[in-house]
């Protein structure tokens, strides 16, 4: 087994291990879609089947060799995917969430599970160890080359970075500044075959003053630095209005990028073909919304089978759910991609709800992406990630306790609201409905302290929370929500009445149109609803999550903690 520990400085090195639930991935040789002419690849074996728990929520195999789209009802935005031999691992945009570019892996293109990730912080350490909301991680791009696998994304604040491994699943490298600059984003490499290393990119205009513009650098040969000032391929400011997230590939001799154009909800994927891969290049729409409800399907990955199929993975935004992940067929007319379906013929397709899974050759079972949590290993499930890079004293998860201890942090200094707040464990929505439950033991330092909180929180740019908080004569459960919270909207909080002891079950149900409803129980069997209904709304580029905190508003050497024994998703 290979695990992955937060590894940021030697003061911190003890932080719990995130843990892992494969072996090392290892993987044969890539194809040209996916590593643009990969030269010298050596061989690698296949990696292990994915196996684990079948959400309750959300399964997108039929079970009858066809899927459902999403593929993957979660918020994994921008993903691109490559194909190593009979595996596929994809990454997505991850923001300011940590850890970062969470690495999914599948052998058959529907069934997926989160099998690692390449950032145990962002970078800068400093400036990110506070919530930097819509920031850091922007469109990644991973990528198999002579060996090892790469993702190179853009910060819009910092520039152009790029990490790498010989094992996705394994201990990634630190990440790598490529090009530094204002704006630089959605950044995409290509090695032809001659041996030349290119970096198509584009820009944030809310940083570089510019977009709807595509540019390519010359990178030296190992892919860590551009060799000259780029070269703009492409000016969408006529036809395609904020064109963004290319992707670069090479097939039949022609030089593709593939990029989304027209805004996130409302946009098209457009695609760019050239004999040079300076241009000029010719454009296409190759599929938009057409007469289906997935609106403004977006920026992805086009990846084949070892059978020889084509297929592409794209995202739909659906405001609170985030940014879903969609499948769709792919073939290749005229040295034209074609996505999707094409009733009329024209080249242009649209987006299919329902299909014929992708022949890979075998069969695999149904798996989807991690959900709860028993907490019963030496470190928390992968799906799990931080507001903001942690520190060691936040968390421990004990697989001889069975439980995970969440210390009580100080609040910032500042302090609004949780819009603010580092400490926030959380993960993303994993259905249109749900219900996530957890059980937890609340111990606050009475001693010496008041108000410290622990609970469970649905968290967007509005958000709510159920809690336990430390008064003088004992616990309490409060109801807690805000509107507005990146404005800076103080809270509103409403006590529930005293709990008779400190154990305690929290739940919230979400339904169809992100509606959510808090309860909790204190025998794990009658729910007593609280509040009125709350709805979630997306946070800065992502969706809305649910997740745990514990906190507390004064300075101490000894804080109080909860223990929480699990946390479950069900339907």
């Not at 400085?9 to 890539?30: D, P, Y």
């Not at 198509?200 to 892919?223: D, Q």
């Not at 907490?375 to 060691?392: C, I, M, R, V």
């Not at 330092?445 to 622990?454: A, G, I, P, S, V």
Request: proline residues 6%.
């Amino acid at each position: 087994m290979t695990c992955n520990r937060f590894t940021f400085s030697c003061a911190v090195v003890s932080l719990f291990l995130f843990s892992c639930s494969g072996s090392n991935q290892t993987s044969s040789s890539a194809t040209v879609a996916n590593t643009s002419t990969n030269t010298g690849t050596t061989e690698r074996t296949s990696a292990p089947v994915p196996t684990g728990e079948v959400s309750k929520a959300w399964v997108a195999d039929n079970g009858d060799g066809t899927y459902k789209n999403p593929i993957i009802y979660s918020d994994y935005s921008d993903p691109d995917v490559c194909r190593v031999g009979d595996d596929y691992y994809m990454t997505s945009s991850s923001f300011n969430a940590i850890p970062g570019l969470q690495i999914l892996h599948s052998k058959d293109l529907v069934n997926w599970k989160i099998i690692g990730y390449a950032l145990d912080e962002n970078t800068p350490s400093e400036h990110f160890s506070k919530p930097q909301h819509g920031n850091g991680v922007w469109a990644p791009a991973i990528r198999h080359h002579n060996g090892e696998f790469y993702i190179y994304w853009g910060d819009p604040d910092y520039g152009v970075y790029m990490v790498k491994t010989k094992d996705p699943a394994g201990q990634w490298e630190k990440p790598v500044l490529v090009m530094e600059g204002k704006g630089l984003i959605d950044s995409c490499p290509l090695w032809d075959e001659d041996g030349k290393a290119y970096l198509v990119h584009a820009y944030a205009g809310s940083r570089a003053g510019i977009k709807s513009v595509l540019a390519v650098n010359r990178m030296n040969p190992e892919g860590t630095k551009v060799l000259d000032a780029g070269v703009m391929v492409f000016d969408g400011h006529d036809n395609h209005p904020t064109v963004e997230g290319p992707k670069f590939y090479k097939h039949n001799g022609y030089y593709y990028i593939f990029a989304p154009a027209g805004g996130v909800s409302t946009g098209w994927q457009l695609v760019l073909r050239s004999k040079n891969v300076y241009g000029p290049y010719e454009e296409k729409i190759v599929m938009d919304q057409g007469n289906t409800t997935i609106n403004g399907p977006h920026q992805g990955a086009w990846v084949d089978t070892p059978t020889g199929e084509d297929w592409f993975i794209h995202f739909q935004d659906i405001e609170a759910y985030g940014r879903v992940v969609h499948l769709q067929p792919m073939e290749w007319k005229n040295d034209w991609p074609v996505i999707g379906e094409d009733k009329d013929g024209d080249g242009k397709g649209q987006p299919v709800m329902s299909y014929k899974k992708p022949n890979v050759g075998k069969s695999y079972p149904k798996v989807t992406p991690q959900e709860s949590d028993e907490f019963d290993g030496n470190g928390l499930g992968l799906q799990w990630q931080w507001h903001a890079n942690p520190k060691a004293t936040w968390a421990f998860a004990t697989g001889s306790t069975g439980k995970l201890r969440l210390f009580t942090e100080q609040l910032p200094a500042d302090f609004k609201n949780y819009w603010d707040v580092p400490n926030l464990l959380l993960q993303k929505f994993p259905a249109e409905d749900f219900t996530a439950t957890t059980k937890l033991t609340f111990t606050p330092n009475t001693e010496k302290l008041q108000n410290e909180r622990t609970g469970l929180i649905v968290m967007g740019e509005d958000y709510a929370y159920l809690s336990l908080v430390s008064k003088k004569d004992g616990i309490y459960l409060a109801y807690t929500s805000v509107d507005d919270a990146h404005k800076g909207t103080p809270e509103k909080e409403q006590l529930l009445g005293k709990l008779n002891g400190k154990e305690v079950y929290l739940r919230v149900n979400i339904d169809k149109g992100a509606q959510c409803r808090f309860s909790y129980s204190e025998d794990g069997n009658q729910f007593k609803e609280v509040g009125s209904t709350f709805t979630a709304v997306p946070g800065r580029w992502i969706g809305a999550k649910v997740g745990l905190f514990a906190t507390r508003p004064d300075k101490t050497n000894d804080a109080g903690y909860a223990d929480y024994d699990w946390f479950r998703i069900t339907k």
